[in-house]
């Protein structure tokens, strides 16, 4: 007998011709989902052709043989005497654990996995809305091992009722010792935790590794469910039929109570003949494929410690599925699979799909396929390293160049203060209801404040001056003590409405603050380099951060005060919920702004954009497309005079005109600066879309975009860590 490979293009293999739902291409040597390109044991395939030759295909049961071939099977090989009493029926293994879910365990219930783990698992538990724990592995090098203490302290802290164990392990390729599970075991009897014994890698077996059944280790029977199935030892996972082991009279009364509600309990024909065929007589052809994927591994090992040797290989003790580590190259998945699909073609499954982004720098690579394959993967890669590194040597160069230009032009220039961001978020929040500043909007409780500093540090800023309320001092600190206080100097400053010129009486009733101008100079004495100033209810966007960091690195008052802002597009800006307020600029042909014209109320009717003077009386058309000010602007220094000078007669103005709720803008200010010809202001823009908080149902928007930015890699899952 001898192994033959198969090309599986146009064979409806999910591995081949799926690949373009996974990936958005069919182009790529896949090395994900754990099946085999060889061709099945002639065993199987005489006894599917015999079947389908001379068998009617009426109502069919399972055929003694398929217990009796299983049961030697799992004796001869594995130690464990199975009764056929025991075997239950599941198509797939995921089936199985999906259904032991909800026979198990109530939704809200805990279930814990030790992680990076099989992402179906993952899965079983989230789709049927239970608390998924995970419990990471302890990793040293490629080596992992079980922390016991917290996979206890774990199930206590949350009334875990189910362990969902990979044993072997997919996908850092462990087998587990006797020890190792029966402490694990000992954990989950003292605290009344169900197990499901995911044993469908058990027949790969490497060196002197031996898989252990949970089973044969102690009396687990109350509380454990074994699954297994041929599929992944022979290659026959359209067939179909998996194998649940529950020597408990109970548990299994209650796993068949459980199929006949969901009227699921036994398999088609052909499942039991292929799986019954493969333990009768498929031993041989186990044993070439076995050969195949070892020399698949040491090959890989060798190559990559020869060419890539900063890339971490696993040390494949049980499983095909080889954990790859590229942390010494990539942080995140985007960089990941950026470098495996798009420079070097090859599909694996990616670490972050095992359990989070903390896994990002790995992958998972099938080594069930023809060594030609692999060689081709194995090239690929070491070539896409040498290339991406001598691209990298280049842009660190340029990069240099570019630091040394800086330094000198600083040189000419010492005393250049660097760009600081200063944050407003002293509003009261008014219409959204409660402190909208420190609303946790991020999948890890991030507020709209850290991405902005997030992306306001990636862009250089080193120093941000936040503007708030006494009053929100300890949580507003507290926030920023547990993510950006990390990466960067966080100043404060406090708004106060009572710090207004002497003599000016504040009117009875008014609680509002005296507005964005008012806000700034509350940072009157900490402010002394050029500066940025942004609203914390707002998302920018990391492009707008990046320009006006650049621009401000550069600005110099001249003759008239050199300042900037970033404009959007106005469509780009709005709420779905209501009006919003927009300062509308228009520029002149140098890109200067002319004037900001400052619409209180604007918003979408209909299909038009339009504004409003006179409380919806008559509306004004505001072409798509037209820039508009989100209240991201760049000073100098010199504007903490301009303000000074201008606030006692701006609060004057109020005092007349709307003393409770007229407000001291930014953009008035900005724009009579420029009326006087005493600042140019240069408009920069931003094509992104603008998200914020104005409304409460802003709010759900907000956590999607976020949401969504994370998953396209433009965040790391936890922003500061
Ligand atoms: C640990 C583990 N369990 C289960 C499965 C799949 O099981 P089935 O195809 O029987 O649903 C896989 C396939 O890769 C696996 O690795």
Redesign the pocket.
Known sequence: MSLKYIDRRGMDSVKWDGMWSKYGSDELLPLWI?DMDFECADCIRDALSDYAKNVPLGYAMPPDDYYDAFIEWESKYHGYDVKREWICFSP????GFYWSVLMLTKPGDGVITLTPV?YPMLNAVKDNDRKLIMCDLVRSGMDYSIDFERFEQDIVENGVKLFIF?SPA?PVGRIWTAEEIKKLMEICEKHGVYVVS?E??QDFEWEDHKHIPTATLGDYDSFLITMT?A??SFNI?AAQN?IIIIPDDELRARYKDFQNRIHVSSGNAFGYVAAAAAYRKGREWLEEVKAQIWSNYEYVKAQLAERAPEIEVGSLQGTYLLWLGLNKYFQTQEEVSDFCENRCGLAFDYGSWFGGDRFAPFVRMNLSTSRENIEEAVNKMADGLTAMEAERAEAARLEAEAAAAAAESEKADPDRKKPVLVIMAAGMGSRYGGLKQIDQIGSNGEIIIDFTLYDAWKAGFETAICIIKKEIEEDFKALMERGAAKHMNILYAYQDMTDIPAGIQIPEGRVKPWGTGHAILAARNIIDAPFAVVNADDYYGPGAFKTIYDYLSHAKDGDKYDYCMVAYQVENTLSEHGSVARGVCTMDDQGHLKKIDERTKIQWNGDKIQFTEDDGASWTDVPVGTPVSMNLFGFTPSIITELKARLPENIYRILRENPLKGEFYIPIVTSELIQEGKADVKVLHSPDKWYGVTYKEDRQLVVDAMLNKKKEGIYPDRLWD
């Not at 797939?92 to 089936?95: A, F, I, K, T």
């Open positions: 754990a797939g293994v995921v089936s099989y990979c997919n995911d469908i890698h199935s599929s992944k996972a998996s």
